[in-house]
């Protein structure tokens, strides 16, 4: 069964940074993209950042500049590097697989933690 496993979350104060890490136990290139969501407590899921098969990335306007999103093919990792961590950034952030523009996704990972306190 394919799974995507999410590592890296935490607490962290406003200001700092953190690595999220997203393993996929099957090629990374088995999907048309990945990318990062995340939810806020009563908020929708939104977009964060994907990467296609070819590198291309996409970022919300609104975290461009502070979010990275990278990935390690050769280690089916994908991982997204926050910088400049306000309090709006705490939600679950979720790692998907294979994308779709209304916001599917083929397959979720479970999720991991972000808060940044004030």
């Known amino acids: 069964q394919v799974q995507l496993v999410e590592s890296g979350g935490g607490l962290v104060q406003a200001g700092g940074s953190l690595r999220l890490t997203c393993a996929a136990s099957t090629s990374i290139f088995s999907f048309n993209a990945m990318g990062w969501y995340r939810q806020a407590p009563g908020k929708e899921r939104e977009l964060v950042a994907a990467i296609g098969v070819g590198s291309n990335t996409n970022s919300v306007d609104s975290m461009k500049g502070r979010f990275t999103i990278s990935r390690d093919s050769a280690k089916n990792m994908v991982y997204l590097q926050m910088r400049s961590l306000k309090p709006e950034d705490t939600a679950v952030y979720y790692c998907?697989?294979?994308?779709?523009?209304?916001?599917?996704?083929?397959?979720w990972g479970q999720g991991t933690q972000v808060t940044v306190s004030s």
């Open positions: 998907a697989a294979g994308l779709y523009s209304n916001g599917r996704a083929d397959l």
